[in-house]
């Protein structure tokens, strides 16, 4: 899998965990299934230095909650996710991502996971072959334990655009 950075002096030998409020998942080593995403969020999202890299890793992934490709994963991850919006509406408003993952965090629902992999949705135009019609899903794995993450090394250097 492949995880995008800013490109830095020295180069990575781990990946940088994302501790950001509007995290997907929270705090994570977060990489990405195919390249292309990739190198999409360092040209979209890794501007500062005005380059990115992208450094690919093997990941152990027997013991993640593997939303994407795995249905007794995703039913149990879409009811944790209806739980919680339930419980966080009685407060009135829409929950932001920190109070999801705060929830999550307090009641230890991700802990016996290594990692998560899930899809969000792409505005990536390329991924839309028919008008309105996204044919390709954009993965991503929130890493919690780091021992599942080896051979991390650079596999691509990109200029923004």
Not at 1 to 11: A, G, I, K, L, S
């Given at each position: 899998m492949f995880h995008t950075q800013e490109r830095r002096d020295v180069r990575l030998t781990k990946a940088v965990e994302c501790s950001?409020?509007?995290a997907?998942?929270?705090t994570a080593w977060y990489f990405w299934y195919h390249e292309d995403?990739?190198?999409s969020w360092g040209n979209k999202s890794k501007?500062?230095?005005g380059y990115y890299e992208i450094y690919e890793a093997d990941i152990n992934r027997e013991n993640i909650l593997d939303t994407v490709f795995n249905e007794e994963s995703y039913l149990f991850w879409l009811k944790q996710i209806e739980k919680v919006k339930k419980i966080l509406l009685m407060a009135g408003e829409k929950p932001t991502l920190k109070e999801?993952?705060?929830y999550f965090?307090?009641?230890d629902i991700w802990t016996r996971f290594s990692g998560v992999m899930f899809q969000d949705i792409s505005f990536n135009a390329d991924y839309f072959i028919i008008k309105y019609f996204q044919?390709?899903?954009r993965i991503q794995l929130a890493v919690y334990d780091y021992s599942i993450v080896s051979n991390f090394n650079l596999h691509f250097e990109g200029k923004c655009t």
């Amino acid at each position: 899998m492949f995880h995008t950075q800013e490109r830095r002096d020295v180069r990575l030998t781990k990946a940088v965990e994302c501790s950001r409020d509007n995290a997907w998942l929270g705090t994570a080593w977060y990489f990405w299934y195919h390249e292309d995403d990739a190198i999409s969020w360092g040209n979209k999202s890794k501007k500062r230095t005005g380059y990115y890299e992208i450094y690919e890793a093997d990941i152990n992934r027997e013991n993640i909650l593997d939303t994407v490709f795995n249905e007794e994963s995703y039913l149990f991850w879409l009811k944790q996710i209806e739980k919680v919006k339930k419980i966080l509406l009685m407060a009135g408003e829409k929950p932001t991502l920190k109070e999801l993952n705060e929830y999550f965090k307090r009641k230890d629902i991700w802990t016996r996971f290594s990692g998560v992999m899930f899809q969000d949705i792409s505005f990536n135009a390329d991924y839309f072959i028919i008008k309105y019609f996204q044919y390709k899903k954009r993965i991503q794995l929130a890493v919690y334990d780091y021992s599942i993450v080896s051979n991390f090394n650079l596999h691509f250097e990109g200029k923004c655009t």
